[in-house]
Structure formats: structure tokens, C-alpha cells
């Protein structure tokens, strides 16, 4: 009896989510968010930040890419928090990412070395950027959405031994 409650523990463990960044920066990294770090820059400054975001832009230079992000709040293991949404920020690494794969609208969560501020805009709008060294990224993948059937999709007649897809096994009745 022991070792099967040993045995369903040890199950339960095991199905722990694991974080989705490496844990050699985990440890290191703090969770901020951008408006915090805006507010005390230079406090801030050299450290590492565990972030979420939602892609708005990205941009290829010689000297690598930049992504333009709206924070998204991160738990301690990286998963994103939904609905709860901040300012924006940049981040930079010299690797080259592709916009076709890091497109607008996908979800990333990275650890950053916080570099400064730097100015820019949003529309006609000056804004000041955090900036961001990537450290470690992941890309989320992106959610696909699939919808309902047709309401006249369903059968009235349908048995569950039959293929659920097949719109009828036999003909309609004859008042149809």
C-alpha cells in the first residue's frame, strides 16, 4: 500500500508544469513590469526581468532584431497571465527572427537584461521604450481556433456507433 501512494505522489509531481525558459536564468530574474522598471531606471539597470508579450512589430538590422511588445504579465515559470496587459517595450538580440515567424499578434515570454530607456513613437505619439537584451525567448505557439459546426450539421438520428462526421447514415425522413 505504501508504495502505491508512493507511486500516485510521485505521478502527481511529475505533471507539475515546468517552466518554459531555462532555469539557469529563472533563478536570476525578477518579475517587474515595464512601468515599474520605467519609473526607477537606473535601480533597474543590468538586472533580469522575466516578461510576457504580445508581438506588434518586428524589425531586422544588421546588428540583429528588435521587438516591439505589449507586456503581458508572466507568473514565476513564464506562463502568461491573460487580461492583464501593461505598457510597452522593446527587446533586442543580435540573432536574426524571422517577422514571418514572429509575427504581430503571437505571444512571446523572454528574461531580458534591462539595458535604458529609449525614446520613439506610437503613431504621432513620443513614447519612451524600456529596452531589453534577450537573454532567453519562447515563442508561444499560436492558438488555433476552431469552430463550432453548423447548427443543421447535428442529426437527430445520430448513434454513437456511427462516424460523427457523416451527416447521415441513411437518408432524411421523407418529411424533410
Given at each position: 500500500?505504501?508504495?502505491?501512494?508512493?507511486?500516485?505522489?510521485?505521478?502527481?509531481?511529475?505533471?507539475?508544469?515546468?517552466a518554459?525558459?531555462?532555469?539557469?536564468?529563472?533563478?536570476?530574474?525578477?518579475?517587474?513590469?515595464?512601468?515599474?522598471?520605467?519609473?526607477?531606471?537606473?535601480?533597474?539597470?543590468?538586472?533580469?526581468?522575466i516578461?510576457?508579450?504580445?508581438?506588434?512589430?518586428?524589425?531586422?538590422?544588421?546588428?540583429?532584431?528588435?521587438?516591439?511588445a505589449?507586456?503581458?504579465?508572466?507568473?514565476?515559470?513564464?506562463?502568461?497571465?491573460?487580461?492583464?496587459?501593461?505598457?510597452?517595450?522593446?527587446?533586442k538580440?543580435?540573432?536574426?527572427?524571422?517577422?514571418?515567424?514572429?509575427?504581430?499578434?503571437?505571444?512571446?515570454?523572454?528574461?531580458?537584461?534591462?539595458?535604458?530607456?529609449?525614446?520613439?513613437k506610437?503613431?504621432?505619439?513620443?513614447?519612451?521604450?524600456?529596452?531589453?537584451?534577450?537573454?532567453?525567448?519562447?515563442?508561444?505557439?499560436?492558438?488555433?481556433?476552431?469552430?463550432?459546426?453548423p447548427?443543421w450539421?447535428?442529426?437527430?438520428?445520430?448513434?454513437?456507433?456511427?462516424?460523427?462526421?457523416?451527416?447521415?447514415?441513411?437518408?432524411?425522413?421523407?418529411?424533410?
Amino acid at each position: 500500500m505504501r508504495n502505491f501512494i508512493l507511486i500516485i505522489v510521485f505521478a502527481f509531481l511529475m505533471a507539475c508544469a515546468p517552466a518554459v525558459l531555462k532555469k539557469d536564468f529563472l533563478t536570476e530574474a525578477a518579475l517587474s513590469s515595464p512601468s515599474k522598471i520605467k519609473a526607477t531606471p537606473e535601480a533597474s539597470k543590468g538586472k533580469l526581468f522575466i516578461l510576457g508579450g504580445l508581438i506588434i512589430n518586428v524589425k531586422n538590422k544588421e546588428e540583429g532584431s528588435t521587438i516591439e511588445a505589449l507586456y503581458i504579465a508572466t507568473d514565476e515559470k513564464g506562463y502568461l497571465k491573460e487580461g492583464q496587459f501593461g505598457t510597452r517595450f522593446i527587446a533586442k538580440t543580435k540573432e536574426f527572427l524571422d517577422p514571418v515567424i514572429y509575427k504581430s499578434g503571437r505571444n512571446i515570454t523572454l528574461i531580458g537584461e534591462f539595458t535604458g530607456l529609449e525614446k520613439g513613437k506610437i503613431g504621432e505619439m513620443e513614447y519612451e521604450y524600456p529596452v531589453f537584451e534577450i537573454k532567453d525567448l519562447y515563442l508561444w505557439p499560436e492558438e488555433k481556433v476552431h469552430p463550432l459546426p453548423p447548427p443543421w450539421w447535428y442529426d437527430p438520428w445520430y448513434y454513437p456507433w456511427y462516424d460523427p462526421w457523416w451527416r447521415y447514415r441513411y437518408p432524411p425522413p421523407y418529411w424533410w
